[in-house]
């Protein structure tokens, strides 16, 4: 019929666009109108399944409205902007960690994270403060209860893994920084060793149900640290006559500190560090949860 | 900035003391206004993933930012104004929108700022029969499955009797319509 699109091979793709209002289909829309029909099918359908839409390139001035309509309505039935519960207790712990660790010292490069990532503290001022926010984490879970505490951490099990991913991303951006085993929020509070069990200046072994790491005590205070290779996750060994976590795979060593020893064969990444707290003349570890039972997440 | 200030100045004991006090007021003000502010975010980007991204990002900006010795009224009417604004950046750097048509989405969202601070958005459920009552009939039918009922393309076509590509037309000229009808409201 129309034939100013310039030829037939154009008339039988632009067919099927024809203008369902127009009954004598003499309208036909330009290839610039099937792009559009096409891009905003396919935000529609993100929405239908409840994902960020993929960028469309820049939306014109008449896209705007069009796209923010379409937006509007997709909210629009009784109960669909309702929040996910487990967003919702994930969220609410994400804020209350910001809110309760204190800002002393400017926020560094090798800690991006989120601002209740601790930084590695040599010195025993800045250990002091990381003591003092890790009894602000005691004062925040009482003043939750327990009951809704660990509603709140099984929903934070379920939904961590987005943050988790993002934390992985940056810790693989920074490996000389000794950035932390278990991120914020993904873990729990594990008692290992008796305090007077552990004299200072020596370093023990302990196992969680879900990690191996060594806890070391110095004057300042306790540390710990991952106890698998991060080559190829060999368990290592102390070595306390050379003072070197030593691995019996391939002969790799590490310092005291975690940094990979200058007498090891190859350079490895660091070993991770994991939080340690003292509690009730107990000595506790920050290991990473379990596997989460999602059957029964409080709302 | 009353919670970052607090954790410098006071001494260890009265650090423990105080800290239990402000964070309940956080608490609260959170619990009472996330699933609000959640909604009215929602309702502009239509999808959950985003709709948590950019709560999670009002909510992280009220934490670093909120003073508070203000009174609750303009807390809320102040955590609306930076979900506005967070959903507009948000926007214009995910979705490219050339500064011209940012304005047109501000505009939305400052309109009698001081009241619509106060008030919470209109119910989108009434809103959005409104807006599908004014429609020609077929417009009102494709939205009507599309996003009330939330059928597919095929379900949609196949009830409507039309092909999928006639239907993907005519919802894009639907939303453009209804689009259209509001904007002449305003």
Known sequence: MDTQDGGDNFIAPFDQFSDPDDADGRVRPEARDVEQYVRLHNYIESLRLNRRPQPMGPLTEQDVPVYRMAAFLRAAPAGAAEPDP????????????????????????????????????????????????????VTRRSVLGAGLAAAAAAAVGVVAGAQIQHQIQDAQQYPNSNTA???????????????????????????????????????????????VCTHMACVLAWNDRE???????????????????????VSYQPLPRIQTKVEGGQVWVYSARGPVDTTTRAG | MALRRAAVQHDDS???????????????????????????????????EEAEDLTSQVFMKAVRSMDSARDVQSIQGWLFQVARTTVADHWR????????????????????????????????????HRILGRLPSRYREVLTYRFLLNYSIKETAERMQLTEANVKVLQFRALKKAAEEELSDE
């Not at chain 2, 929108?97 to 601070?117: F, K, N, T, V, Y």
Request: hydrophobic share 40%.
């Open chain 1, 86 to 137: 487990a967003f919702l207790g994930a969220l609410r712990l994400r804020i209350e960690a910001a809110a309760t660790t204190p800002q002393v010292e400017p926020p560094t490069v090798a800690a991006p994270a989120s601002p209740s990532v601790q930084p590695l503290a040599p010195s025993a001022a800045l250990d002091l403060e990381r003591r003092r926010a890790e009894r602000r984490m």
């Open chain 1, 181 to 227: 085993l278990v991120p914020p929020e993904a873990g729990v509070w594990v008692a290992v060793a008796a305090v007077d069990s552990i004299p200072v200046g020596t370093v023990r072994r302990f196992t969680t149900d879900t990690l191996i790491g060594f806890i070391r005590r110095t004057d300042a205070g306790f540390t710990a640290l991952s106890g």
């Open chain 1, 243 to 265: 003072r070197t976590y030593d691995c019996p795979c391939h002969g790799g060593r590490f310092t005291e500190d975690g940094a990979s020893a200058n007498v090891s064969p």
């Open chain 2, 14 to 48: 009265s650090l423990v003391a105080s800290e239990p006090v402000d964070v309940q007021s956080l608490q609260k003000l959170y619990e009472d206004n996330v699933r609000a502010i959640y909604r009215f975010i929602y309702s502009k980007v239509g999808n959950r």
């Open chain 2, 93 to 128: 750097e995910y979705y490219r929108i050339r500064a011209d048509s940012l304005d047109d989405l501000l505009a939305d969202g400052w309109e009698a700022p001081a009241e619509q601070a106060r008030q919470l958005p209109d119910e989108p459920d009434a809103r959005a």
